[in-house]
């Protein structure tokens, strides 16, 4: 193979050292267009929010219990709770996403 650009020249070195070009390894068979990469990358952002939300309700609980401040705790919980929830929901719509993607494949 007679590198053409910066590209063909890494994927020339990749393939000299490591004996088999870049993949996505398991999940190849799932991210093979770029809707599936869309809604992966989407499903991503989603999940790093609703992390963040969790950790920053549970700061604002932990501060306000120690504060004795209820009103803003009661506010803390919710948001500890409706974050819990969006995390629950993206790992089920990741599991139904690979049931369906299984199923349609064969």
């Not at 020249?9 to 068979?29: C, E, H, K, V």
């Not at 803390?76 to 690979?98: C, D, E, W, Y």
């Amino acid at each position: 193979m007679v590198p053409t650009d910066a590209g063909d020249t890494f994927r020339q070195w990749i393939n000299d050292t490591l004996g088999s070009g870049p993949s996505l390894g398991p999940f190849g068979a799932v991210f093979n267009n770029a809707i599936s990469t869309i809604l992966a990358a989407l499903w991503m952002v989603w999940f790093i929010v609703s992390v963040v939300m969790l950790i920053i309700g549970a700061i604002r609980w932990v501060v306000s219990r120690r504060q004795t401040q209820s009103m803003h705790m009661e506010s803390a919980q919710q948001q500890v709770l409706s974050s819990a929830i969006s995390i629950a929901l993206a790992v089920v719509f990741v599991a139904l996403l690979l049931i369906i993607t299984h199923l349609v494949s064969g």
